[in-house]
């Protein structure tokens, strides 16, 4: 049974930082591209940023580049998001997202994290 579950999230002040976690379990992490995504009240999900199974390869949404930055831990099994200079916008419930290396779509979603940011 494959498992995400997201950690870190919480209260942060503008202009502050978090740093997001997502274990995985249940699957062979390092064959898998990693993304996360957020959804804000009243607002589609939109993807934030994706790291390829090798960390070769990272892309972030133009509103987080500069102040995101994804890594992974193969060796642990998990995904970071860094965040810094964070803005009231980016208030949001964080997902991660498992896709295999092979696949377009995303296999797994976690439950998600909420971050608040405020002024």
């Known amino acids: 049974q494959v498992q995400l579950v997201e950690s870190g999230g919480g209260l942060a002040q503008t202009g502050g930082s978090l740093r997001l976690s997502c274990a995985a379990s249940g699957l062979t992490f390092s064959l898998y591209n990693m993304g996360w995504f957020r959804q804000a009240p009243g607002k589609e999900r939109e993807f934030v940023a994706r790291?390829?199974?090798?960390?070769?390869?990272?892309d972030y949404a133009d509103s987080v580049k500069g102040r995101f930055t994804i890594s992974r831990d193969n060796a642990k099994n998990t995904v970071y998001l860094q965040m810094n200079s964070l803005k009231a916008e980016d208030t949001a419930l964080y997902y991660c997202?498992?896709?295999?290396?092979?696949?377009?779509?995303?296999?797994?979603w976690g439950q998600g994290t909420q971050v608040t940011v405020s002024s």
């Open positions: 997202a498992a896709r295999h290396k092979v696949n377009i779509q995303y296999n797994y």
């Open positions: 790291i390829s199974w090798s960390s070769i390869s990272r």
